[in-house]
């Protein structure tokens, strides 16, 4: 038997019937219901959950209930539609929530996902005991994520943020919107019922987040996941802040094109170094953290910026195992069908006594954790290792995260914005070599089976109310009101932010 | 940006200072030129803030403040943060050598009241040597501090010192459970000593009502600047309010992952394998004939203990998967749980390292827990390295554990409050299976053989650790072996 192909055999049988990190496959599926008031970071935890868990390898979708309406009703004219005695717009409402509920039982239980998020209001009771009764049904865990904020700094924040930007608000101009937006929201807030941990709802399980993560309550944890999502929930904030990313600089293993290793820099590589100390200062960044791995060409790196800095073992290159410090052509050739098992499946393939990209995913998840605590952070780390950080910020699948660029020189800054990401690519204009390999072409592969560990992109939001077989085929285009919130003179809202197109297509959705 | 001092003439010099690696740990550190400890790298650990952190317990008694604060204790340490618990209920029985009855509690004891007073004094005193002198980073204050007067005592001194306060309150109302907790730890404590069982209780419940008319329990409102986290019924519900930093981030992830469920975790080494037949380490080989007899036996046992809802639990090594297929039970693969890293020393006999790698055989027995393999891995690696595991088998109910001699020695020491020094010489013999029961403030350890033979893998310290010791001083411990 080949050593290499039983390892990865093997390894494709056992983590499909039982794997670490992975949710077991008896263990039911969970829904998470977000409830609070609009404008309280409802979508944005939605979706950074959905990220982080996607991340960690447990398929999760989000499920907007907004995006729904937005499909329905083609054209939002003013926050009357959200006034409780609207009975058109209600049953409007309550239809897209009933679509998308069913949306969440066909990817629970025939897309193989085990997390939905159930992103809306949910401020009733009544709205809630339907989701619950709608769990039973189905054998779905309920877990409810509640956020609480009554600053009217922090919400006027979010409006200008996600709200007035919106495909609601297109034809508004922003004092417009944002009268509008409160508007809208005073009309939920009448029949707000908040989850009530004393009586009422004290069997249920949830997490109640009070200002922005000042204070939590937490009800009732079942189970590992909704353990984990707490921890998580508990770890994020929103500060504004950037994290920059990068590789140590050329090393002289880089240079003789050799894998792994713990070689110093080349003269190249110190260059490098150099002017990243140049580049840090020139940030002007108010108490940077920067973080190494512990490995030599990384530590070198910080040496230069002449900062304090921490060693992870966490951040350490991906363990080629018997093929350290080889070249790929070496590789190649001592291994063949090591090097095409690779190819085959580059996230999954582990290195004969070394480590995968899951490896990697599952050792370095503690510093994704703890980049959420921290504010600014300068993380010199390695390619492998860098391209698992980075799928995670940027939500990319595990078939993209073995791909992306991270070239040598060159620092990522990442500064979270809306419900995403900005990027900015910045080479430091010091030569190295390209350590990258594209992708090969695809020859005749064996099926992947998207098992439980395997990290996914969010899917898209979606968009399309399934209409069909309700009891009211025919649904009653609510009259465009005049739109008399929006003056004449529309001003097509800009961007809040500039974004680079290719790494965040999630911009408008609320 | 920070600039250290002895360092300008490095600044806008694209050259960066020499680096060594410290030949035990295996960490780059750079080479210092003018002989100062070099400040401003650390190695990446729990606590990286210079602040110490003082842990307040807050609650009635019999609501398991004692059984929070020692586990906590105990899981700090094992994940390398310096911890102690300064129980002041201890003090008093220091100072009153007898206890008499409940009446020492009556809140117009005025006699009681200054006797406790003074030992919740004497306790923060050592608090503060401990944190300020001794290099502790974690204290536990264990006492009921039920009111607000108490615990503005407790923030000013911790303002004073430059420590950070953290709450940990506990709230139960259930009857049971506070029955139980008294028959668990109350009736054997030392108070009680003269007293039967009935005695005991009744005198206790009198003790809890002299606390509760006083007691203010920490408010969403009044205490809104503090932080603590107040655990409601046993787990049931938490309040965690204005969490500071990363310690506390990480004490509250485990106070809100740990039960008191009665259950049992079963460890326990993979059968004999042909690796360790040889007397070589690490390697991924099958089991040996012997092996797979102890597979058989396991198998037996565990149908006898007759465990409900076992989860079976595996490294993704070999010799532990043949292990857990002989149970004919589904079964969860860790790479968590893999054997330590041995490096470069893989797959060789110590007779081996000894003659390619003196020194580092020799380094190895100077401090075994730090020491790390080239390329491979320490002990302090693993316990980093084994967190989840411990975290998940803190949530879980009855579990078996088929690890290695490495691995053991390190889950073992956390449920054993082991320290470092001791963690890596425990006894985890091949084809014995520890039982352990938690019970009252520990974990009651119940050792079976299960009769089938195997060589012996485990060696001691030797008493010449000196890096130039003869080979007889170096190999002086090895078991025997093929």
Not at chain 1, 73 to 95: G, L, M, T
Not at chain 1, 183 to 208: A, G, T, V, W
Not at chain 1, 317 to 340: K, N, Q, S
Not at chain 2, 415 to 438: G, N, Q, S
């Amino acid at each position: 038997q080949r050593a290499g192909s039983q390892n990865v055999t093997v390894y494709f049988i056992f983590s499909f019937i039982l794997a670490r990190g992975g949710p077991h496959l008896a263990n039911p599926p969970t829904v998470i219901v977000m409830v609070g008031l609009p404008a309280r970071g409802k979508t944005y935890i939605s979706r950074k959950l959905t990220r982080y868990l996607n991340w960690i390898g447990i398929p999760t979708k989000v499920f907007n209930v907004g995006e729904y309406r937005r499909e329905a009703v083609k054209h939002y004219s003013a926050y009357d539609f959200f006034k409780s005695d609207n009975e058109d717009a209600v049953k409007i409402r309550q239809q897209c929530a009933l679509a998308a509920l069913r949306d969440v039982k066909n990817y629970l239980t025939e897309e193989e996902g085990q997390v939905a998020v159930f992103d809306a209001t949910n401020t009733t009771r009544e709205r809630r005991d339907m989701i619950l009764e709608f769990g039973a049904e189905n054998g779905f865990e309920i877990f409810f994520i509640e956020s609480v904020c009554d600053d009217p700094n922090v919400i006027a924040c979010n409006i200008l943020e996600v709200k007035v930007s919106c495909p609601d608000y297109q034809d508004c101009n922003k004092t417009d919107a944002m009268d509008d937006f409160k508007k809208r929201i005073e009309c939920y807030r009448m029949n707000y019922q908040p989850l009530d941990p004393d009586q009422y709802d004290k069997n249920l399980s949830f997490i109640k987040v009070i200002d922005v993560g000042r204070r939590f309550l937490v009800n009732r944890i079942q189970d590992h996941i909704q353990s984990r999502i707490v921890y998580y929930l508990m770890n994020i904030h929103v500060q504004p802040r950037s994290i920059y990313l990068c590789r140590h600089g050329e090393s002289q293993q880089n240079m003789q094109g050799r894998l792994g290793g713990d070689s110093g820099l080349s003269t190249r590589g110190r260059k490098f170094a150099g002017a990243l100390a140049e580049f840090v200062e020139e940030q002007n960044l108010k108490d940077l953290k920067v973080w190494t791995s512990q490995m030599r060409r990384s530590i070198q790196t910080a040496e230069a910026l002449n900062v304090p800095y921490e060693q992870w073992k966490a951040l350490n290159e991906i363990d080629a195992g018997l093929c350290e410090e080889m070249t790929y052509e070496d590789v190649r050739e001592r291994f063949p069908e090591e090097f095409a098992l690779r190819d085959q499946d580059k996230y999954y393939y582990r290195y004969p006594s070394g480590e995968s990209y899951q490896d990697l995913v599952q050792r370095v998840e503690p510093v994704i954790m703890e980049m959420e605590r921290q504010e600014n952070v300068l993380v010199i780390c390695h390619q492998a290792v860098m391209r698992c950080l980075l799928a995670y910020f940027l939500d990319k699948s595990a078939d993209e995260m073995p791909y992306l660029k991270c070239p040598l020189h060159t620092v990522l800054k990442l500064t979270p914005v809306a419900y995403g990401c900005k990027v900015e690519s910045i080479s430091l204009n010091v030569d190295a070599v390209n350590t990258h390999r594209d992708r090969p072409e695809r020859g005749p592969s064996i099926l992947i089976r998207r098992n439980s560990v395997t990290p996914l992109t969010s899917p898209e939001p979606n968009k399309k109310p399934r209409m069909e077989g309700l009891d009211d085929p025919i649904i009653r285009e609510v009259t465009p009101a005049q739109l008399t919130l929006c003056s004449a003179s529309h001003t097509t809202l800009a961007l809040s932010t500039q974004v680079s197109h290719s790494y965040c297509p999630y911009i408008f959705t609320a | 940006m920070n600039v250290t001092e002895d360092s300008t003439e490095q600044c806008g010099n694209s050259l960066t200072r020499e680096l060594t690696q410290n030949p035990l740990k295996k960490i780059w550190v750079p080479s210092s030129t003018n002989g100062l400890p070099e400040r401003h790298i650390s190695q990446r650990k729990v606590c990286m803030t210079n602040c110490p952190t003082l842990i307040v317990t807050v609650g009635l008694p019999a609501r398991g403040k004692t059984y929070i604060s020692k586990k906590l204790t105990r899981y700090l340490n094992w994940i390398d943060v310096p911890t102690k618990e300064f129980n002041v209920g201890q003090y008093r029985r220091e100072c009153v050598k007898i206890y008499k009855s409940f009446e020492f509690f009556q809140p117009d004891n005025e006699e009681g009241l200054k006797i406790r007073k003074q030992c919740a004094l004497a306790a923060l005193n050592d608090v503060r040597q401990f944190l300020t002198d001794e290099g502790g980073q974690v204290a536990v204050f264990d006492a009921t501090n039920t009111t607000r007067e108490r615990r503005e005592t407790i923030i000013r001194f911790a303002e004073q010192n430059g420590f950070k306060v953290f709450f940990v309150e506990s709230v139960c109302e259930d009857p049971d459970v506070i029955a139980e907790n008294i028959v668990q730890v109350k009736l054997g404590s030392p108070d009680y000593i003269h007293c039967n069982t009935e005695e005991a209780v009744a005198d206790f419940m009198k003790r809890i009502k002299c606390y509760e008319n006083s007691y203010q329990p920490l408010d969403e409102e009044l205490d809104r600047d503090l932080s603590f986290i107040k655990i409601i019924d046993v787990g049931r519900r938490y309040l965690v309010n204005r969490v500071q930093d990363h310690i506390q981030s990480r004490i509250v992830y485990y106070l809100m992952n740990i039960h008191i469920t009665p259950r049992s975790i079963y460890l326990c080494r993979h059968g004999e394998s042909d690796l360790n037949i040889k007397g070589r380490i690490g390697g991924d080989s099958g089991l040996s004939a012997r092996g797979k007899e102890f597979a058989k036996a396991l198998r037996q046992f565990i149908q006898s203990q007759n465990i409900r809802d076992l989860k079976v639990w595996t490294s993704q090594m070999k010799r532990t998967i043949q292990t857990a297929e002989a149970l004919g039970v589904p079964y969860e693969q860790w790479k968590a749980l893999n054997e330590i890293d041995a490096g470069v020393c893989e797959e060789l006999m110590y007779e081996e390292i000894q003659q390619r790698y003196p020194q580092e055989f020799a380094l190895r027995d100077q401090d075994k827990y730090r020491y790390r393999y080239p390329k491979g891995e320490s002990y302090e690696d693993l316990v980093q390295r084994l967190e989840p595991v411990i975290m998940e088998l803190e949530r879980q109910e009855n579990v078996l554990v088929i690890c290695h001699q490495a691995v053991m020695r390190c889950l073992l020491a956390y449920f054993l409050d082991k320290t470092a020094e001791e963690l890596p010489y425990l006894k985890c013999t091949l084809h014995t299976v520890l039982k352990l029961t938690p019970m009252a403030y520990g974990c009651k350890v119940e050792s079976v053989c299960l009769n089938v033979d195997a060589v012996n893998t485990h060696r001691d310290r030797p008493s010449n650790v000196n890096v130039l010791r003869t080979t007889e001083d170096a190999l002086q411990t090895v078991p025997p072996h093929l």
